[in-house]
């Protein structure tokens, strides 16, 4: 009987190991153990069932103590305001009046995302603080670009793994501490960790892309050397510092020109750009009967349009000043002050922007109702050409005098026509004028 | 009598000759000693995957994946005071207020595993690891690290002359940094794996065109060709002289190969017996100057002995062709579609496609997509050309396909979707 038993085994042995003959490669790896946390939106974006609750999150006022320097970059930073900013509450309450259903949640799936993912709707403190630190430090996975419908439903992907006492981050040996727990993670160094906030369409229009055309740029984001983070995010002093350095300022206060905040953005803005004079260096076509040609060249050299993100709402464009005897004879793009708008009827002017329509062609500020999207950008590490031409036919320039050519790349951060319909009005007031690169040569009409 | 591990069980000598019997069935019919049999597959497909600084090794007799973890320990750069020996370890030679000094490249020890190259002759398996610099060389048979070498600022693909134990490794393209640092290539390195224990970097072929990426060798190893990603330019390369000695713009629009014009774009390269070259370029929106343009995304073919453009297969200007492969026993290539990010937006502009040649010009067979591909990215072909094995950058999955239809046999989930991008995949008869 034994022997049976026996042999019976043997041959179930044989029949259950010779079934990796049938070169069967069905997965090994099917199911990756899951470090986040679930949540479920509903047609509205509003949220069925999460997983995640609001004390799950800690104010980054916990984080004070030890991780002082951090704090207090990230509480000037945009993400620390990115729900109490005043262009941004206006933008929710219209976007609240527009889609009653949808507009609350849609909004704040970015602009405060712990209210989101824990479906949230009284207003906690926590949650004011926007993208704070208790909420990037718990990704244990990327999202995706949000693809918004007409309807505008909330539906970001995040992938998180709040309320363990776990803060992930980039760095690969982490002291022990008596707080939390810390763990390693490689996502931290690469740009998809910026997802889904900064990659975004509406209605199929491609209308905030800054990943993908980061993506596009560096040839499927093939590297983590040129991410996100190498730029807003730099690794200076032996740590990544946390202002996020875009090109948004704290428009609530005076202009401070040694503000470190905006010392930092004049400083990226600076390295973006380069500008050129596309003539040799004796100039010899430059005047030509009675018309003196310019060609200019504007090289970028970052790893996104010019400008990205919210691009309907900022302008980069080229002030040229054409001068003798100190008088100008020519210009474009040449402001009386920080508040005025441009002239977009010149036909002189080279402005980087773009524009949002809504569906009666209206100029839209903010992104809910977009149908209509024209993107006037400088793409990633292109360059564009232009050539101001200036028909003296006045006589003005006069043969005996040098004439002074001084050429400059601006950027501010908002139309002022944007700014002036929200509150408090010295926003607007506060709007400063970056300068990118400038350029300047003399020109002795042969 | 024969003592039994079973408690309590005697057993004579005709029960143990039974026994016996039925052990050495079990053992026989099951293949444990297979690797006896001509007949037995012991096929393996190595696929990078650069998030996670690992290799998967899938066995597809049985289906088990193994890993190769790339971890080149980092070096501490500042104790190194000699310039060359400073390069050597991969570290930077600065020069700092009148002194000099080692310093470490990077803050981390990321080492980003992008490609594979196998030499089945020797028994190598070849690593270029586009974060760190470093191009491994591992042990076929046990997946031992043997050696490493520092190519520096971002390996990319390779091809190796298994005679002259030769590899030539092209670097990673469009990678200038804002703000200077980093610029992009414009050579090719080869590397001596001769000794058996030290690889050494003996040349840099240089080709005065930016981003030399797109990298493939002839069959008597005589010939390398590149074709740079931002240069836009293709470049013949005498392996016994270590020198360009032709080369071609990919298109008439660029004349002068020093310039960044990054237009079409070739991505990867494959050559065949006949002395045709099939460049995969990715095309796409192009802006310059005061021009734009769009670009679709194509296949080239070249007959490399009179360095002429054949023939031009355009797909979308959405579609990215990536990865190129080519049949060793058909005149078809085999190219990955990469696609648009958001791929949701771009319907059916990736998948995978066959073009065949058989007809002196490219022709499409079959082009499949599928809603699960996300970015896929890597491509290889088994021997006998019936199968072809394709990675998913961002869906993580390895797909076994169908080489002649393009039906896919198995998908094969081999990390966390989005995070473990996979890349390069080498197929490996044993």
């Known amino acids: 009987m034994i022997f049976k038993i026996i042999l019976l085994a043997n041959l179930l042995i044989f029949t259950i190991s010779c079934n990796k003959t049938n070169n069967s490669v069905d997965s090994k790896y099917t199911d990756p153990i899951k470090y986040y946390k679930d949540y479920w939106p509903n047609e509205s974006g509003n949220l069925d069932s999460t997983e995640m609750a609001i004390h799950d999150f800690a104010s980054a006022s916990e984080c004070f103590d030890c991780h002082g320097q951090y704090f207090a970059e990230w509480s000037k930073s945009r993400h620390a305001h990115s729900f109490d900013d005043p262009i941004f509450q206006k933008g929710w309450n219209e976007a609240q009046i527009d889609f009653p259903d949808t507009g609350e949640r849609f909004c704040i799936q970015c602009h405060a995302p712990i209210a989101f993912v824990t479906g949230e709707n009284d207003i906690y403190d926590v949650m004011k603080e926007g993208v704070t630190c208790t909420f990037c430090h718990s990704f244990t996975g990327f999202g995706e670009t949000v693809n918004a419908n007409d309807q505008i439903v909330a539906n970001a992907i995040y992938k998180l793994n709040p309320g363990e006492n776990t803060m992930y981050g980039p760095i690969e040996d982490p002291d022990d501490n008596p707080y939390h727990n810390s763990e390693y993670s490689r996502l931290f160094s690469r740009s998809d960790m910026c997802l889904p906030c900064h990659d975004f369409t509406i209605g199929g229009i491609e209308a905030e892309i800054t990943f993908t055309e980061w993506n596009i740029a560096t040839a499927g984001g093939m590297s983590e050397t040129n991410s996100c983070q190498s730029c807003h995010m730099p690794f200076r002093n032996g740590r990544h510092e946390h202002d996020f350095i875009g090109v948004d300022i704290d428009l609530t206060k005076p202009i401070d020109h040694i503000d470190s905040q905006y010392l930092k953005v004049d400083s990226l803005l600076k390295t973006s750009v380069e500008l050129s004079f596309v003539f040799d260096t004796n100039m010899t076509e430059l005047m030509n009967n009675d018309t003196l040609t310019i060609p200019i060249s504007v090289k970028s050299r970052i790893h996104h349009s010019l400008p990205s993100g919210t691009s309907f709402a900022r302008e980069a464009w080229i002030e040229i000043k054409v001068l003798q005897n100190n008088s100008v004879v020519f210009s474009s793009g040449n402001l009386g002050n920080n508040t005025s708008d441009l002239n977009l009827n010149d036909p002189a002017l080279l402005l980087f922007t773009s524009n949002i329509l809504s569906s009666n062609n209206d100029t839209l500020s903010s992104i809910p109702n977009t149908q209509y999207y024209f993107p006037q950008l400088l793409p990633a590490l292109t360059t564009k050409d232009w050539t101001y031409l200036f028909i003296d036919d006045g006589g003005i320039l006069d043969n005996s005098n040098p004439i002074d050519i001084s050429v400059r790349m601006l950027f501010r951060p908002f139309k002022p026509a944007i700014l002036r319909n929200i509150n408090p009005p010295e926003l607007l007031d506060n709007l400063p004028i970056f300068e990118m690169a400038r350029i300047d040569t003399t020109y002795i009409i042969p | ?430």
């Open chain 2, 1 to 430: 009598m024969i003592s039994s591990p079973y408690k309590n069980l005697k057993i004579n000598n005709m029960n143990s000759l039974y026994i016996v019997l039925c052990i050495s069935l079990t053992v026989y019919s099951c293949g444990l000693f297979e690797s006896d049999d001509p007949g037995f597959s012991s096929e393996k497909i190595y696929v990078t995957k650069q998030g996670d600084d690992e290799i998967a090794v899938i066995n597809l007799s049985d289906g088990t994946i193994d890993t190769i973890l790339i971890d080149y320990s980092a070096t501490n750069c500042m104790v190194i005071l000699d310039g060359e020996e400073c390069g050597n370890a991969g570290c930077m030679w600065h020069e700092m207020g009148g002194g000099e000094m080692c310093m470490s490249m990077s803050n981390s020890t990321i080492n980003g595993p992008h490609f594979t190259a196998i030499d089945n002759t020797n028994r190598y398996l070849f690593v270029t690891s586009m974060e760190s610099g470093w191009v491994g060389r591992y042990n076929l048979d046990n997946h031992q690290l043997i050696d490493k070498e520092m190519v520096g600022n971002m390996p990319a693909l390779m091809v190796l002359n298994t005679d002259k134990e030769k590899l030539y490794v092209s670097s990673m393209m469009s990678m200038v940094a804002s703000g200077g640092g980093m610029q992009s290539r414009t050579d090719i390195s080869v590397i001596d794996y001769s000794d058996d224990f030290d690889m050494v970097m003996t040349n840099n072929i240089e080709t005065s065109s930016p981003s030399p990426h797109a990298i493939a060798i002839n069959q008597n190893g005589s010939e390398v060709f590149v074709a740079t990603y931002e240069g836009n330019w293709l470049f013949k390369i005498s392996t016994s002289l270590n020198s360009v000695i032709a080369s071609k713009p990919l298109e008439t629009f660029t004349m002068d190969k020093t310039l960044p014009v990054t237009r079409l774009k070739p991505v990867q390269c494959t050559h065949t017996q006949d002395s045709l070259l099939f460049i995969s370029c990715e095309g796409g929106e192009w802006t310059s100057g005061a021009s734009t343009d769009t670009i679709p995304g194509q296949i080239q073919m070249w007959d490399t002995n009179k360095m002429t453009l054949v023939d031009t297969l355009q797909f979308s200007e959405f579609s990215r062709p990536w990865h190129i492969v080519s049949s060793a026993v058909s005149k078809e290539i085999y190219v990955v579609l990469k696609g648009q990010f958001n791929a949701g937006l771009y319907p059916d502009s990736d998948g995978v496609a066959c073009v065949s040649y058989e007809s002196g010009y490219l022709q499409l067979k079959w082009h499949i997509i599928n809603d699960v591909f996300r970015y896929l990215h890597g491509i290889d072909i088994s021997d006998d050309g019936t199968r072809l094995f394709v990675s998913g950058e961002t869906d993580t999955n390895l797909y076994e396909i169908n080489a002649e239809d393009g039906t896919i046999i198995n998908t094969t989930l081999l990390g966390i979707e989005g995070v473990s991008k996979l890349q390069g995949v080498t197929y490996s008869p044993n």
